[in-house]
């Protein structure tokens, strides 16, 4: 235990080929043998590479600690010659006040404690002969832990002295002065240069005036060393007035994090100069991000005053807003993707829109359904585009129609004009026939009756007879001329001859008497006085009858 709370010193007085020199002792391990990565280098070719370690340990209930030493590397390789101290052969030994360590042949080396600071500066001046000033110095402290058994706690402290020294980064340790106190092989391993540079050395830099001028126990920086980029985190300990730090080469992480930043410019950049609209949300229906087109029609500016809203607080009509989140929902429950969604959309300027919309599920890792992509594309002057073709369309229906009804009525026209034109030249050829009948004829009567054949030729009429007016033109009596195209007439061409009607008297007389024409369907309907002669025209077997007067 302590006397008093006084900082000691602890140093080691070396003697080899290269002569006697002083060492402080202050790193949590130092490594002692002849190879020059070793903390502690002997300049014998009877010693070991590595031939043992120094190990720091911190005396409960004080602010000072004492030094272990170890045989061989902290690997548990021990040394060829082994490790003698105090003239004893031995594992490990907690060095007290005045032990003297044999390393093989003339190499040895004495430990001594002292908390006089005058002591260390005298005996790291370089004064070769120390021999009498080191008699002199007395133990400033009692032993607190013994090595009695020191097998039995082997594989203890070796565990615990390989932890720093068997990590593959870099541990450093300095104080208050800039005096490097501790680097372990791999801080040695990566900065070779580290001793003779010391706190010019860009690891150290600064490192001192931030931990005086701040309050900063703990703290990481990076720092650039010949191309390699060093994440280093310092721990200032303020009992031993120590800054330990604990570097780790990140310069494959940030080519990483570069190339990432890079590729999301790259992605960015796409989605921003498509015409198309990106967006995409979480399962809360939240944005998480988008593309430029989209940020502008929101009227969100850019992307990035977009993320955390809901299509509740954009300039969307709550109709829409509640369209696309149904969408949204249907997508994500059932985990399929839609495509070609046709809907409206109002732009934060006013300006409506109509948008082809797709939507599809994002997934994590395990598949599970985590929020959803969409793409739209502004489709409204197609949309305009098919509304004036199908109204083009409509219209030249409309006109087909038209037309069409034009050129059947023209048709019609035409057909009623081919129609009247074959009837007229039918009736001139009918009169010329007529005509030449009757020149033909030798009198009245003959030519009478040739015309009554034809008529009935021409007409398709069964019958033909002539009613002709007595020489004092009172009555009517039937005419020697006839025409009869059926049989069993000859009942009623007799009947007929003892006929005679008076004007307005019969058919006959009617139309005599008005020299209109006169059509009676069925004679069979008809009254005796209508037609006098219904009885006779009945057993004859005719059914219609006409009269036309003769001019």
């Not at 060095?95 to 005298?122: C, K, M, P, W």
């Not at 005086?212 to 390699?228: D, L, M, Q």
């Not at 008005?514 to 309907?525: A, G, H, I, K, T």
Request: one cysteine or more.
């Amino acid at each position: 235990m302590l006397e008093s709370e006084q900082r000691i010193e602890h140093l080691l007085v070396i003697e080899d080929s290269q002569g006697k020199r002083t060492i402080a002792l202050e790193a949590a391990t130092c490594s002692v043998g002849r190879d020059l990565t070793n903390s502690i280098v002997l300049y014998s070719h009877l010693v070991s590479r590595h031939h043992a370690t120094l190990v720091r340990l911190t005396m409960p209930e004080t602010i000072t600690y004492l030094f272990r030493i170890i045989d061989g590397n902290l690997k548990g390789k021990r040394s060829k010659n082994g490790l003698i101290v105090n003239g004893s052969r031995c594992f490990s030994h907690d060095l007290q006040h005045g032990d003297v360590i044999s390393f093989g042949g003339d190499v040895r080396a004495r430990y001594y404690a002292t908390a006089n600071q005058s002591d260390v500066e005298f005996l790291t001046s370089g004064t070769e002969d120390v021999s009498g000033f080191l008699s002199n110095l007395s133990n400033p402290f009692q032993k607190l832990i013994t090595s009695d058994d020191e097998n039995s706690n082997e594989a203890a402290l070796v565990r615990l002295a390989s932890f720093p020294e068997l990590i593959s980064n870099p541990i450093l340790e300095i104080d208050l002065a800039g005096s490097i106190t501790y680097l372990n092989p791999a801080a040695l391993v990566q900065f070779p240069d580290i001793r003779e540079a010391k706190l010019q050395h860009p690891i150290l830099v600064g490192l001192v005036a931030r931990v005086e001028h701040s309050n900063e126990e703990i703290f990481v920086r990076e720092v650039e060393i010949a191309g390699k980029v060093f994440e280093q985190s310092v721990n200032y300990i303020p009992e031993s007035e120590l800054i330990r730090s604990y570097v780790v080469d990140v310069s494959d992480r940030k080519q990483i994090e570069l190339a990432l930043r890079g590729s999301e410019q790259m992605l960015q950049s796409v989605i921003d100069n498509i015409p198309q609209f990106i967006f995409w949300k979480d399962r809360n229906f939240v944005y998480l991000g988008c593309n430029c087109n989209f940020a502008q029609a929101a009227g969100a500016g850019a992307p990035e005053n977009i993320i955390g809203k809901t299509d509740y607080e954009l300039p969307w009509q709550k109709e829409e807003a509640d369209f696309f989140r149904e969408c949204d929902r249907r997508v994500m429950e059932t985990d399929t993707p839609e495509y070609r969604i046709i809907e409206p959309l109002l732009h934060a300027d006013g300006k409506q829109t109509w948008l082809e919309t797709n939507k599809v599920p994002l997934h994590d890792l395990g598949g599970n359904v985590v929020g959803i992509l969409g793409t739209f594309e502004d489709i409204t002057s197609r949309k305009q585009a098919e509304i004036d073709l199908q109204q083009a369309h409509d219209e030249l229906e409309t006109r087909v129609e038209e037309r069409t009804a034009e050129l059947r009525k023209i048709n019609e026209q035409l057909r009623d004009e081919i129609i009247e034109r074959q009837r007229a030249e039918k009736e001139a050829f009918f009169l010329q026939t007529i005509m030449q009948a009757i020149s033909e004829s030798s009198n009245f009567h003959s030519a009478l009756e040739v015309v009554l054949q034809k008529v009935c030729d021409f007409t398709g009429w069964k019958f033909g007879e002539a009613w002709i007016p007595d020489s004092d033109g009172k009555t009517l009596e039937c005419g020697p001329a006839w025409y009869g195209a059926i049989q069993n007439l000859e009942k009623f061409r007799q009947s007929s001859e003892e006929f005679r009607f008076l004007p307005a008297a019969g058919l006959p007389g009617r139309v005599w008497s008005s020299r209109y024409p006169e059509w009676l369907r069925d004679v069979s309907n008809e009254s005796d006085t209508v037609f006098l002669r219904k009885q006779f025209v009945t057993e004859a077997g005719f059914k219609s009858w006409v009269r036309h007067p003769d001019h």
